[in-house]
């Protein structure tokens, strides 16, 4: 009988303690057992911290990120056994497309992010603060990986999604993974982190994997730790609540089942494109995977009048669904994930039924294809009718985490809203509708109880990933019932796993910790030009201070001729009155022309090109007859890769353009963004 092994301090171990039992979920068929009884969950997290941690704290964001790319590809060229394996999780091909290729995708999502961070092993977060009048003590952020281990304890439904989407996350930011997946359907994790073990591309301690029972091992935690949790709100309550989380101030990220709602729009009345999409997502939330997703649709909320054709639409979507194996092709809904979940979700039927009816479906039966009832854990589709949403309460109260759904009416959009709200906070809300007033009161409404919205209708449909589907560049997570809390979100989900920092001194002292050119700091001439200058050698603070010129009033009627702006303040003396001039004042962007004259230098050198502009603002308005210079400073690199052996070897310089008048006031500024050759390619 296969053994489903845990991968912990280098080596790959079975547990000594009682073994369980693993099922195929379409045929009852033992799949392997596990335990991780008698492993030091201690010693483990001691291993990533000392280990993993140590290691990945030594990269930057762009090395981690390149690890996740490649991670990424060489996990995408061995998918095929994955699949193979998904379907004794009763995933069709479908179901397991979302759980592979979605989990290899946030590996590729997390890994394209690394460019909107430093190459650097921290990250400057925000603007910096002025502290004193003069300007010589200054405050800013700085983000640094927490020097502790991530505890990733994960759901049953998405063996791989589950995984890889967090520890994307969590080893860009620097720190070291424990993943701990549920148990019946940790085989699927187990052949996923061999791969990525096998690979060699991580750092040893980066990934850790437990498959048995990990209790106890919230025992170990420590303040620079995260946990982070995806399963029943009553289970993830009870790990927050943990005495070793509350003392010892542990960062938690729960994300729990959560009774999601899809709301239709009173425009989209039957025969319209929106009533039949509306159809549409309600008939694939409640099917794909067998409705064991945690952004399901499990209550639908519709207008009065639209119930009996909504109800009698739905009945016909489900009534086409086949369920069956989900090796035949024909099969468009597979099984739950074991027996134990089909017992446990008919438990949740049977309370959902005091106070409401099914309308389709038969909870004891289901017209199967090449599969049997007996043996799987099948279920037919089930549609409920609450007729009286506001009072008859456990539809917002009791989730069946398997293929059903509670249908219900609502007189105005403020009912809808009120209704679901009911559920006290979910992952995701929908709303149908071609009509924006109506978007917009609703997502305005609604937004404070749903960690995401999302309105479809007959112009997003096309490109629209639909309503179950959380995108690594946006947050997944919500409040209340969800767990509070946020997973993914791009950059935002990377600082979950950083310690921010206020830091506070000199400009110049600043400068040299963050690398980044702080406005005050000193500034030593660069010779030669910076232009001149090769990515490489240029240093932050080196600075170009240019000669002057003095703006006249045949300057200012140039740049009007030459770009066509001829606002009032710049061309008519005579409209000034009420205004903060006192006369013509020359343009902004001639202040910004004239400077890059003063500051470029025109031979053909190491700077490829200059591609765009950050941050300019105008402080002081600039009348003929004052002389104007630049301070022109390298304020910070970017280091670039090569897309191809071909492709320029190059890097991203940013320069402050600090334009300053004769009393030596700054008048303009802005970052102009350049690229810059490295030697090699000369």
Partial sequence: MKRIENYVAGAWTFGSGKEKQLFNAVNGEVVGVATAQGIDFGEVLTYARNVGGSALRKYTFHERGRMLKALAMYLNERKASYYELSYATGATKIDSWIDVDGGIGNLFAYASLRRQFPNESFYVDGEMAKLSKQGTFIGHHIMVPREGAAIHINAFNFPIWGMLEKIAVNLLAGMPAVVKPATITSYLTEIVVRDIIASGILP?????LICGSAEGILDHVMSQDVVTFTGSASTGRMLKSHPRIINESVHFNMEADSLNA????????????????????????????????CTAIRRVIVPQEYVEDVQIALGKAFGKTVVGNPRNESVRMGSLAAMSQRIDVLEKLELLKKESSIVFGDPSKAELIDASFEHGAFMSPILLLNSDPFNHTSTHE???????????PYDHLDDAIALTKMGKGSLVCSITTHDDRIAKDFVIGSASHHGRILVLNRESAPESTGHGSPMPLLVHGGPGRAGGGEEMGGMRGVMHYLQRTAIQG???TLTAITNVFQYGAHQEEANPHLFRQHFEDLQIGHTVFTH?????????????????????????????????????????YFVLSK??????????????????????????PVYPGMTIGVRFTVKEKVDQEKRTPEDIAKGIVKFLVDVYDETGETVALATILTMVKKRNQE
């Fill in 398 to 408: 009791v989730e069946a985490f398997g293929p059903i759904t509670t249908l219900m």
């Fill in 548 to 588: 002057k010129h003095t703006v006249s009033e045949a300057d200012i009627v140039n740049f009007a001729n030459v770009s066509g702006d001829n606002f009032y303040a710049h061309m008519d003396a005579t409209s000034l009155e009420g205004t903060v001039f006192d006369r013509r004042v020359a343009h902004g």
């Fill in 204 to 208: 040893e301690g980066a990934l850790q």
């Fill in 595 to 620: 400077a890059a004259g003063l500051f470029v230098d025109p031979k053909k050198g190491p700077v490829l090109l200059n591609y765009g502009l950050e941050e300019a603002r105008f402080t002081k």
């Fill in 506 to 508: 000199s400009p110049t």
């Fill in 262 to 293: 899809a709301v239709l729009g009173r425009d989209a009345a039957p025969g319209t494109e929106e009533f039949d999409l509306f159809i549409k997502e309600v008939r694939k939330e409640v099917t794909v995977k067998c409705g064991q997703k």
